[in-house]
């Protein structure tokens, strides 16, 4: 492969994707193609069965080498994320030594050390984030070459059940490609829609799936806290279910005409569904009702979440920043601004992107794949590909890295429903 063009997948709570691109000189990306499947053999971004997710992945990437033209793709990245994952602080101290001064290795010590205080047979780690160091009482970012006595690093660590890791592993092993890169899906996201001030000075990033819901607050140019909820849209669409309709109709309701406050329907309309029971008649749906339920339900899904914002101690001075698929939800922005107080903001990334690119690929449930792909690029340049082939060469295993239209509108959604056959 080319040493500008990446592979990303992206191992969904829905569906399983893979993105190709090309980073150019500048530093814009070039997307090649794309294509994604229904996400059967992975939940919650937990891989069940290791051999159906490994099939429908490697089928993936024959269609991508076919419609990206690629030819024999052999490396790929990926992003991990599931619902398991916890991250923790802790802290290392260490005397500097009779050099007094601060070498790579003790900073590589201390990593170590760090990371196996998270402690126990079913535990795995997934990444360990430098907060800070201090040397002798004064904090700094970069220890190395500091003089001083005594050192003390704070780190963030992310883990998560061993046996998620292991069936992970298991899914990329069996589709014979070599990983080249693998980081965790919030850096992923972050990398496609903050910029370096939000993460510096302080923001929240929130990405709302399909089955999760995942709190990440960045400040001081790195991860400070993680909270994951196994919860998420297709909840909601369970619940607008409920009315007796099918999960097809519920979904398309509740994107054309549900909202996240009940406070935003002015106007109620009643909309015309098909009932799940051909045999019986349609389902009337009122809009305000139906605004009542979403904005219960989210009410449970990101209290949590909003509990978190308001008991971190940090400056957030950037606010939230909405990513996922359920971001698209209308009125998610001012529900989630009425909850916390904070300004609210889309994730896009189609900054990264070179001029013309064809607006399908500008989506939010794309980020993901752009910001590893971006994080892979990043990650070649530093271990550039054909040291990686040398080293498959001599058969060593490469260990992954860490209104006037009242009326109108009314009629439209009274009868949006009503072709049967495009809808079930």
Known sequence: MIQNKFVAIDLGS????VMAGEVLENGFLRILGLETKPADDIKYGIVEQSSGAAFKLNELIRMLENSARLKDIDYISVSVGAKSMKNIQVSVSHFIGASKIVSEKLIADMNIEAENK????????????????DIDGQKLDEPVGKQGTQIIGKYNIVYGNKLIAEKLEGCLERTGKTVEH???????????????????EGCVLLNLGGLTSTLSIFE??????MVVIPLGSQTITKDIQEFGISEKNAERLKC????????????????????????EPQIKVSSKILAMAIEARLDEILNPIFDAIEAYTGNLSHGI????????????????????????????????????????????????LVGTILLNHEYRQHHPLIETEKLIQKKKIVKLPGTGLKTKTTELFKTFFEDDNKLQ
């Open 321 to 368: 920043v909405l990513t996922g698929g359920g971001s698209q939800l209308n009125g998610i922005k001012e529900y989630i601004t009425e909850r916390t107080g904070f300004k609210v903001r889309y994730g896009n990334y189609s900054e990264w992107l070179v001029d013309k690119t064809d607006p399908k690929y500008d989506k939010p449930v794309f980020a993901q």
């Open 14 to 17: 829905t569906h399983i994707s």
């Open 182 to 200: 693998r980081c965790l899906a919030v850096e992923a996201l972050a990398t496609a829609v903050l910029d370096e001030h939000e993460k510096e």
């Open 118 to 133: 998270i402690k126990g047979e079913n535990v795995a780690i997934y990444d360990v984030f430098p907060l800070w160091y």
């Open 220 to 225: 001081n140019g790195t991860l400070q806290q």
């Open 256 to 279: 054309a005409v549900g909202k996240a406050l009940e406070t935003q329907v002015i106007d109620e309309i009643m909309i015309a569904v098909p009932s799940i029971n051909p045999d």
